[in-house]
């Protein structure tokens, strides 16, 4: 009997929004289902059973709660401890990969989505355990069970004999599946954020008299601001506070509660959360500080929080957060403790920093930027910036995604959303932690390590999530986005009644990329004939300080119906006391009826309150004090227009891939190696490369000076000598490599020498001479947040001098391996630099994703180092001269698609045993 697999313990969010406890059975479990099938009603117990089934066995019960979770495998759904839902398997005697599976509900429970979670988790367990395909035993009658097959997306074959249905079909994840997992995914956190972002009713627990208190502010916020339900204070020491009648608890209320803020020391916030609970709140934002931040007994408390939280089923922001707001006029709820409230728009923002926070929507309300919604997830305990960008994906009032972020909870999860939002709303953010120290500091304030900084500009990249470097910049592009289209094209025309910005415009566009051409002779002669003879027209049109609104509003409409440029900058220093504000009504004038394709932005210098002139009559105009700001958010929102136009790319499936020969050789090296893992031998990398088609030379491993010329005589012409040793990480370095070796003297004197290179020999390695060719390097290392990162760069000693590396995170696609080849600067030498010969670049992009392939499949990979990866000319392909893989033992039955299942709010932490379902 196989262990009890706690890595399948989820908490997933079913389709009405709430959160239910997923695990594998146990044999205690027997209580629990033969309450739940005491509450089922005589169809349900004959849709499963195929009889009228009035009792469970006490022998039942111990056969369907004992199960090896190996050839007998079942998943139970909790809700309030109870059981709600059981789905199971047992492979077939007689067909080892095939297993049937069946499925029981509680009936007041049908309807929620809990046989698909269930199907769902059940594939994923069955991959990871041998099983290819399922049969299932249906009543025609069972319409809903027929419904959950037809909807899972897998590929089904259905046969009718003695009026029962037999389902049979594979467990493969086919993209049809997934697609209709996320569609499910999305739909369910969206449902589960809704009491949060959209409650009808808002309870203040710990709302206070004490003006200055959070709770009073908290109160005050909510009020004054126009929420559109009620307010309940919740303060057992008060009658009334700020002239609304409180409540001594919220089961107290009298009305439903869709939403509790609660503001309580953090001692006191687990018995308000089992009142709330009670009171069937659906929605918590937990203020209090005191938890994973603070170490300690905080961890423990918070953990205990989310038990609470998740065994009723609600959804949560924080704890240790600063609050919510939505300024949609269906709510207009100010649920945060910010002094300012920001102006109504389409921007949605998320802070893991609560202080920040604050800076952040008086950065929006001073600078005009439209806000639709706002969360503070403080330590997401709960609900994640993951489950906020799927609230925020179909919102209607959302069109630009802000993100200031510490640490990434789930990031394949991350890029998996990001990836399908960015390509409709675009998604800005800020990493902090860059730095060593950055690093640091994030740690101490949020109680969660910053991720690698190179991770993350890869997962951005690919995801096409727009990086900005501080927060001032993070706003810069947000109003861009939030106000302007996606740029076309990176041409910029730049109009200004200065020459000096106009040179600042045209360096700081240029140096980031963007193209500033002069404009034809029939564009000149139209700007011409309304400025001053002086004025320059060849881009940057240069209107000299004389320019007034009249000329402003011809040659920013001229520029705007020309199909010469991109994007319009318009810059304006006062030279006046009355200049802005008439210069700002050209402006709107000029834009008002303007509905073409082209990127707008201003840039008023000198001039506090320029985004207020220019939003007098209701529209937003982006607006900069300085053009080099301007320039560095054009540039970055150009960039994100190419990457929407550039295909989203497929992961292809080699056919020639022997993956059960390379888990073989692994799992052999682990039965060696022990339990900490190492370093591969050279005939296992070798094995395990060959097994997905990574081309190496010939080669063999030579214990004696005899031997290796035995070996070299087999493979004939010269042959590189290079000897095998635990402490020699780069050969070359201490004498441990040999080249261009031939005859029989030669391969003795040079398998000694390399032999007393080091102290640790084991062994000499003969391998066939790879001449000529581009030296390259494809490595991978495990990153502690974001799992294996692929790396591409200059192979040789090149890599370690000029760093010139490229980086992903996986999977890799065909397309994201073409742009990785490209990335690097030595690229140029693959496409035969200066009569140098070329490469075989698609050998190249054929090999990274052949690796990645390799790193999906063998998740006990966690080192991995192909340094140098010969490049031969086009048609010739690629050799790996150098090869070192490194592995470590993982959990039984763990699967890499276990980090990241549609519609699982987060893995279940590890339980205590007095609470949830356990």
Known sequence: MSAYPSEYEFDVVLRDGEVAQFRPIKSTDGERMLRMFER?????????????????????????????????????????????????????????????????????????????????????????????????????????????FRNSGFALGRTLEEGIYTVDFPVEQTEDALAREQVRERRAVAASVLPILYPRSVAVVGASRSPGSIGSRLLRNLVHNG????????????????????????????????????????????????????????????????FSEVGGEGVELERKLLEQVRSAGMRMVGPNCMGVLNTSRTVSMNGTFAPVYPPRGNVAMSSQSGALGIAILDYAHSANIGISSFVSVGNKADISGNDLLLAWEEDPATDVIVLYLESFGNPRKFARVARRVARTKPIVAVKSGRTAAGTRAASSHTGALASTDVAVDALFHQTGVIRTNTLEELFDVAQ?????????????????????????????????????????????????????????????????????????????KALLESDEIDALMAIYIPTTPEGAPEIAGAVREALRDYDGEKTFLSVFMQSD??????????????????????????ARAVRYGEWL?????????????????????????????????????????????????????????????????????????????????????????????????????????????????????????????????????????????????????????????????????????????????????????????????????????????????????????????????????????????DARLRVRPIQQGWAPELVDIPSVANRARQRSGSAGCV
């Open 40 to 148: 089922m009603g005589p169809e349900s117990r004959y849709f499963r059973f195929f009889r009228v089934k009035r009792e469970l066995t006490p022998e039942e019960l111990d056969y369907f709660t004992d199960v090896d979770y190996s050839d007998r495998m079942a998943i139970i759904v909790c809700q309030d401890g109870e059981m709600v839902g059981v789905g199971r398997y047992d492979r077939a005697e007689d067909d080892p990969a095939f297993a049937e599976v069946a499925f029981a509900v509680d009936d007041a429970h049908q309807g929620r989505g809990i046989g698909t979670q269930l199907l769902q988790l059940l594939t994923v367990y069955g991959r990871a355990h041998g099983i290819t395909g399922f049969r299932a035993f249906v009543l025609p009658e069972n319409v809903g069970m027929m419904r959950v």
């Open 227 to 290: 929420f559109t339900g009620p307010v309940y204070p919740v303060n057992p020491s008060a009658d009334v506070v700020n002239s609304i009648r409180a409540y001594p608890s919220v089961s107290d209320i009298p009305g439903d509660v869709d939403l509790a803020i609660i503001v309580v020391p953090s001692p006191y916030v687990l018995s308000v959360v089992e009142d709330c609970a009670e009171k069937g709140v659906r929605g918590l934002v937990v203020i209090s500080a005191g």
């Open 480 to 556: 861009l986005l939030a106000n302007q289209p996606v740029p076309r094209g990176r041409r910029v025309g730049v109009i200004t009644n200065a020459g000096g910005p106009g040179i600042l415009a045209a360096d700081a566009l240029e140096s980031n990329g963007l193209i500033m051409e002069e404009f034809s002779e029939g564009l000149q002669k139209k700007l011409k004939s309304v400025l001053s003879a002086e004025a320059s027209v060849r881009n940057p049109v240069d209107m000299i300080a004389s320019a007034g609104p009249e000329q402003y509003i011809h040659t920013l």
């Open 609 to 634: 309150d320029a985004a207020q002139m220019l939003a007098a009559d209701g529209t937003r105009i982006p607006t900069y004090l300085f053009p080099e700001s301007a320039a560095l958010a054009l």
């Open 645 to 881: 136009e550039v295909p989203e790319g497929t992961i292809p499936q080699f056919a020639d891939i022997d993956t059960q020969t390379a888990r073989y050789v692994v799992d052999k090296a682990l039965d060696r190696l022990g339990p900490d893992g190492g370093w591969l031998e050279a005939g296992e990398v070798r094995d395990v490369l060959a097994a997905f088609g990574v081309g190496l030379p010939l080669e063999a491993t030579a214990d004696s000076a005899d031997e290796a010329v035995d070996i070299a005589e087999t493979i004939g012409g010269p042959v590189a000598v290079k000897v095998l040793s635990p402490s020699a990480l780069h050969k070359s370095d201490v004498g441990g490599v040999l080249l261009d070796i031939e005859g029989e003297d030669e391969v003795r004197r040079a398998f000694e020498q390399v032999q007393a290179a080091v102290d640790d020999p084991e062994g000499v390695l003969i391998q066939q001479m790879v001449a000529g060719g581009h030296e390259v390097l494809i490595g991978m290392t495990e990153s502690p947040s974001f799992g294996p990162l692929l790396a591409f760069g200059l192979g040789g000693v090149y890599v370690e001098l000029l760093k010139d590396v490229a980086f992903r995170v996986l999977p890799l696609n065909d397309l994201e391996a073409s742009t990785m080849v490209k990335e690097v600067k030595g690229y140029r030498l693959l496409e035969g630099y200066r009569g140098m010969p070329s490469g075989d670049v698609h050998a190249v992009e054929e090999a990274l994703l052949r690796v990645s392939a390799l790193i999906e499949a063998l998740p006990e990979l966690v080192e991995m180092d192909l340094n140098p990866v010969k490049v031969l000319e086009p048609g010739e392909g690629v050799q790996v001269v």
